[in-house]
């Protein structure tokens, strides 16, 4: 990783908590009030894995894990699985030793194994893969947690069979956890009265109606700094990442723009009328803190909110994760203006050593650089824009395409974009410790593509650009305590 990033190199030290036995009742300052298992307790076992934090905790925090009741040296083998929404089987394992203590502390020990070595603490979450071939570890429903199985065999697999330890842990996409989600369905144009202990964790405006979700988890008054968060090309609603910003104290909306209840089925021009309806009820939403709204978007997602920036007004700050400054194979339109597709040409498709096929170069060549009039014109931006590459991205050179960008803004006396490029990074850059997707099915191709990507590398670059991201909005949005 670039010179900018050597912080992911340092560790840290934490101390293990107490061991605990059965369900962690919570209560107190975190607000937890119902029953998570911290650990089942089965008997004649004869090791005991410890969590921290025990029970629960959102996907972007770490997790120390530690088992306790081994032999001194022992050799144990770790497992983690868990099933997605849709019953698809995850799963990761390393193997370990036990220090003359008979203890094994994630954080202290390295692998020597498996599904990754080294000293990695949360590898068998990164780890994590599908037992179906092509399946992308998404979260839908931001109401539930994942529910991730720790187990630890004796001896060194593929001869570890007898089971020592388990434990449960809950993985979720909003802060708490708590049962106390609700929706509420309103009209365009009308505001909720929220309350001084409502957070805005999701919001998704359609043609007739808005949803947005409420967490009811502190006591304290907003507003809040707003952001729009948008997905690539995939369709639908998803709104983990919306509910972890939030989380991290931002009024989120999670915006779907077609294949969602009575959005447009396909997808076939980007008209930023309706995009601009969504920046302006988050404007006019009491929770929301202006004057302006960041915008966070990922691929096809993240060239979006580069067009939302460049053309509507009230836009403080802007995230491309791996998108590309171009209109790809579909126009944009806003009022007058209109930005002509670029263009692809599908016999460019590669063939990979793996069988399945490399688009990444099958866009029309950039002629003129960046005054090829299918640039998106982010010169016009008001805000600052953050641009995080995939150096190893397979959809499309990402990173090429974050040059172009640069150099446009600086041809039009706007000086430098803010770049951060990670190697070894594919596509699919998610928040921290989700599973890389290397490879999948392509929404328009209806064929197997790679999407690129080394996983201990990738691994890295999502914890380091979820820090930038948050950082970047604190600093052009306003800072808000982490709820």
């Not at 036995?21 to 410890?50: F, I, K, N, Q, Y």
């Not at 194979?329 to 399945?356: Q, W």
Request: hydrophobic fraction near 40%; include cysteine; aromatic fraction near 10%.
């Amino acid at each position: 990783i670039s010179s900018t990033n050597e912080h992911l190199l340092r560790k840290e030290n934490h101390g293990l908590g107490e061991e605990t036995c059965g369900c962690l009742m919570g209560g107190g300052e975190s607000g937890r009030d119902w029953e998570v298992p911290t650990r089942l307790c089965v008997p004649g076992m004869a090791a005991t894995v410890t969590l921290e934090p025990a029970g629960s905790c959102c996907w972007d925090e770490p997790v120390r894990i530690a088992v306790r009741g081994l032999a001194p040296g022992q050799r144990v083998t770790l497992r983690s699985s868990l099933r997605d929404e849709k019953g698809a089987l995850f799963r990761a394992h390393a193997r370990y030793c036990a220090d003359a203590n008979g203890q094994l502390d994630l954080a202290r020990a390295p692998a020597l194994g498996g599904s990754f070595v080294g000293l990695e603490p949360m590898g068998l979450f990164w780890a994590l893969e599908p037992e179906k071939p092509l399946w992308r570890f998404v979260k839908r429903d931001v109401q539930t947690p994942f529910a991730v199985e720790l187990e630890v065999f004796d001896g060194h697999e593929p001869e570890a069979e007898r089971l020592l330890g388990r434990a449960v842990h809950d993985r979720c996409a909003r802060a708490g956890c708590a049962p106390r989600f609700s929706c509420l369905q309103v009209s365009l144009g009308l505001s909720i009265d929220s309350l001084c202990y409502l957070l805005i964790t999701t919001l998704q405006i359609s043609k007739s109606f808005s949803r947005i979700g409420l967490t009811q988890y502190d006591y304290r008054p907003g507003p809040f700094p707003g952001i729009i968060d948008i997905f690539g090309m995939g369709g639908g609603l998803l709104e983990y990442r919306a509910s972890l910003l939030a989380g991290h104290g931002f009024a989120t909306l999670a915006l779907a723009y077609y294949d969602f209840e009575d959005l447009p089925k396909k997808f076939d021009a980007i008209h930023l009328d309706y995009f601009e309806e969504a920046l302006c009820y988050m404007l006019q939403h009491t929770q929301v803190k202006g004057p302006g709204i960041g915008l966070l978007g990922i691929s096809l997602g993240a060239d979006i909110c580069l067009s939302m920036a460049s053309f509507l007004k009230n836009i403080s700050a802007t995230v491309s994760i791996n998108g590309s400054g171009f209109s790809e194979n579909k126009p944009i339109y806003y009022k007058e203006t209109s930005i002509p597709p670029l263009g692809h040409d599908l016999r460019r498709m590669k063939v990979a050593f793996s069988g399945l096929l490399d688009i990444v170069d099958i866009r029309n060549d950039i002629v003129g650089g960046y005054e090829n009039p299918c640039m998106i014109p982010i010169e016009k931006a008001q805000g600052p824009i953050l641009f995080i590459v995939g150096q190893d991205d397979h959809n499309w050179r990402s990173e090429l395409y974050a040059q172009i960008a640069s150099e446009r803004l600086q041809a039009h006396g706007k000086g430098k974009a803010q770049i951060i490029s990670y190697p070894g990074t594919g596509h699919y850059i998610e928040p921290p410790y989700f599973p890389m997707c290397p490879a999948s099915l392509h929404r328009l191709l209806d064929k197997p593509v790679i999407w690129g990507g080394e996983p201990r590398a990738h691994s890295k670059a999502q914890i380091d650009a979820w820090k930038q991201i948050l950082t970047f909005f604190s600093k052009h949005l306003g800072a808000f305590p982490k709820l």
